[in-house]
């Protein structure tokens, strides 16, 4: 059972491009985290966000608590946002952890 | 800016041998947490760690595993006879209470 969902697991597009990463989950959170994972592996916090929308830069995150499903959208998309965006979840009711999907892999080409 | 370290960057080791990892996590941190990454899967959670003592941990931290804080600024992980499957990137983070999870870089495990 897959507590965090993303979509799509793979994800191909051409520079400049809008892009929408999906992730639902199903348990009630008190907040949700976006990370970036590039090809060495570091893994970088983008956003926490427990209601609303969140920016920086072409990056913009939004959370809907009540259909429990946040969206990643990346605007003028370039090469170097080429990574695993991965959603995860911290909700009481996994106890004191972050739970994680499974990434979603971006390549952006020029 | 402040940053999660991790040493070291990659550790390679023989099967049943114990391995230490380390983690400076930031200095103003409260909560301290050791994830893994087997290749190719999911980030998954170890444990966490807070007022020096084990606040949650998952099923993968059996007694092959333990955390130690020993001075106030390192936080270790320590499995005492390594596995194949223990072969992973292992990944620190360290948080202020309700805050943002900072990550280190991780540490390459590689058991032979």
């Known amino acids: 059972k897959n507590e965090v969902e993303q979509s799509p697991q793979n994800l191909t597009a051409q520079e400049g491009e809008f892009i929408t990463i999906n992730c639902s989950y199903s348990v009630g959170i008190s907040a949700l985290h976006w990370l970036q994972q590039h090809p060495g592996g570091g893994i970088v916090s983008l956003f926490m966000l427990s209601s609303g929308k969140k920016k920086h830069g072409r990056l913009i995150a939004t959370i809907n608590i009540q259909e429990k499903h946040s969206s990643l959208h990346i605007t003028a998309s370039h090469p170097r946002d080429s990574a695993v965006y991965i959603c995860?979840?911290?909700?009481?009711?996994?106890?004191?952890?972050?739970?994680f999907g499974a990434g979603t892999i971006l390549r952006v080409k020029s | 800016e402040p940053e999660v370290t991790q040493t070291p960057s990659h550790q390679v080791t023989q099967m049943g041998q114990e391995v230490i990892l380390r983690c400076v996590p930031i200095s103003n941190h409260l909560y301290f947490y050791w994830y893994r990454q087997i290749l190719g899967q999911k980030v998954e959670f170890l444990v966490s760690?807070?007022?020096?003592?084990?606040?949650?941990k998952s099923e993968i931290f059996d007694d092959q595993f333990s955390v130690e804080r020993p001075d106030g600024s390192n936080f270790t992980l320590k499995i005492r006879s390594t596995k194949l499957e223990d072969s992973a990137m292992y990944f620190c983070a360290s948080t202020l209470p309700r805050g943002e999870q900072f990550f280190g870089p991780g540490t390459r495990l590689t058991v032979l």
């Open positions: 760690f807070y007022n020096n003592e084990i606040s949650e």
């Open positions: 995860a979840v911290f909700s009481l009711e996994y106890g004191n952890k972050l739970v």
